[in-house]
Structures are given as structure tokens and as C-alpha cells.
């Protein structure tokens, strides 16, 4: 498993520079255009929690980032593990599983992730954006939600075999309502309740319900269970999923 990930990174440490914006300037522009932009216009209020806007969206948007991320990285790169450059397919006929492949690949997404998470927490320290010092809890919130959010898309990578149309369609019909109607730039009170399951059942939600509860200290020990147990449930049935998808596609 950790040869793979030293496979990544002896591709990363060359080409790193060209996803420097989906992994960190795109969170800090979000930062910068909602929470300095557009929040220096939103009185805190009930919705917020008391708070500024730009202390209520900072936590969200590091975790959106990293579930936005995890989602991209686990989709068209994936798949052309398996279709296009076929590196799968020549890894897994060394003595690599399909499983360790799996495993490296997650692994190596968590490090990305986490790495992402420091760069976008250190700059919105230097915004003021952080109260307590629970938010550094907030960049591990991030990785659990962004791999929530990624294991189940490398199971659907697995399973297809045309050019990827679907994953458009996931960006387009998932990805993008999923960080505007899960609490990421304001409370799902405001969503109607006949859709409010819709941002129930989005992981995205329970990463920033965490995320928010570390940052501000607004914690319920019972919704933070039901939290963390929905991404944990999500994570372990994505992988489980993943590794079976692997193994059928890889292995002859």
C-alpha cells in the first residue's frame, strides 16, 4: 500500500503545481468571496449562530473543499486508472492486490486532503476567521468527509466502462447541489422541509455539523455521534464496495 503512495507522490512532487487551484486556492477564493466579500453583508444573527459570517462559513467550506476534492479525484482519475492509462492494470500484476491498490489510493487521498486542509487553516488564520483552537480539529473533518464522499465514487469508477458520461452528470446533479443545500453557506432550516432529507442524507452536511461544532464550540454530544456515525457508515460501505469492484474488475 505505501508503494503506491510513493508512486503518487513521484508523480505529485513534478506535476503538483497543476492541481495547486481545485486543492487550494478555490477554497480560499470561496473563503475570500463569502466569508470576507459577501459575509462582511450578513449581520450575525440566529442564523449564524450568534456568529460572523465569516466564522460560521470557514469551518463548512474547508470541509466542502475537501468532499469536492475527494469526489473529483476518486472519478475520471480513477477510471483512468482502469481504461485509459491502464496503470491498475500493471500494478496489480506485481504482487500489489487490487485491495493494497484500493488502500494506497485512499491512503494518498487522505494525505492530499490533509495537506490542502493545513494550506486553507493557516491562511484563514491570517483572516481571523478561527475562535477556538478545537478548529484544528476541523482539517480531520474534512478528510473523514472527503473520503466519505470519494470511497463510493471509486466503487462507481470501478464500475464503468464508457467514457465516464456519468460522473458529468454527478458533478452536475450531485457535487454542486450537495455543497449549496448542505449548510455550507447557511443553515438547512432555511431549505424547505419537505426537502430538508435531501441535505439529511448528504455527507457533506454532517462533516460541517462537526466541522462547525469543533470550530465554534456549539457541540451536542448525541447529534455529533449521529454525525460522525453516518460518514463512518458511508466510508466503510464505500471501501467495502470499492475493494469488491476492484478485485472483479482486476482480477483475471
Known amino acids: 500500500m505505501w508503494l503506491r503512495v510513493e508512486g503518487h507522490w513521484a508523480w505529485y512532487r513534478r506535476y503538483w503545481r497543476s492541481s495547486l487551484?481545485?486543492?487550494g486556492v478555490e477554497p480560499l477564493l470561496f473563503l475570500a468571496a463569502m466569508g470576507l466579500g459577501f459575509g462582511s453583508q450578513v449581520e450575525a444573527g440566529a442564523a449564524t449562530?450568534?456568529?460572523e459570517y465569516l466564522h460560521y462559513v470557514a469551518p463548512a467550506l474547508l470541509v466542502a473543499g475537501a468532499a469536492m476534492s475527494g469526489m473529483g479525484e476518486a472519478s475520471f482519475p480513477v477510471l483512468s486508472g482502469f481504461k485509459w492509462q491502464k496503470d491498475y492494470i500493471a500494478v496489480t500484476s506485481t504482487?500489489?492486490?487490487p485491495g493494497q491498490l484500493l488502500g494506497g489510493q485512499l491512503l494518498w487521498l487522505a494525505i492530499r486532503l490533509g495537506v490542502s486542509g493545513v494550506v486553507y487553516g493557516l491562511v484563514a488564520l491570517a483572516f481571523g476567521a478561527w475562535l477556538r483552537p478545537g478548529a484544528v480539529l476541523v482539517v480531520g473533518v474534512g478528510v473523514v468527509t472527503g473520503l466519505a464522499c470519494a470511497a463510493p465514487v471509486m466503487a462507481l469508477a470501478a464500475a464503468t466502462y464508457d467514457e465516464g458520461r456519468r460522473f458529468v452528470v454527478m458533478f452536475r446533479f450531485v457535487m454542486v447541489p450537495m455543497m449549496l443545500f448542505s449548510a455550507t453557506f447557511f443553515p438547512i432550516s432555511q431549505i424547505p422541509i419537505e426537502l430538508r432529507w435531501l441535505a439529511w442524507l448528504s455527507p457533506l452536511?454532517?462533516?460541517n455539523e462537526i466541522a462547525?461544532?469543533?470550530a465554534l464550540g456549539d457541540a451536542e454530544p448525541l447529534?455529533?455521534?449521529g454525525?460522525?456515525?453516518f460518514l463512518a457508515a458511508l466510508l466503510v460501505a464505500g471501501i467495502a464496495l470499492a475493494r469488491k469492484l476492484f478485485y472483479r474488475r482486476l482480477v483475471v
Open 223 to 225: 447529534a455529533l455521534a
Open 212 to 214: 462547525r461544532a469543533a
Open 21 to 23: 487551484y481545485s486543492s
Open 49 to 51: 449562530g450568534g456568529f
Open 227 to 229: 454525525h460522525g456515525s
Open 95 to 97: 504482487p500489489i492486490t
Open 205 to 207: 452536511w454532517h462533516g
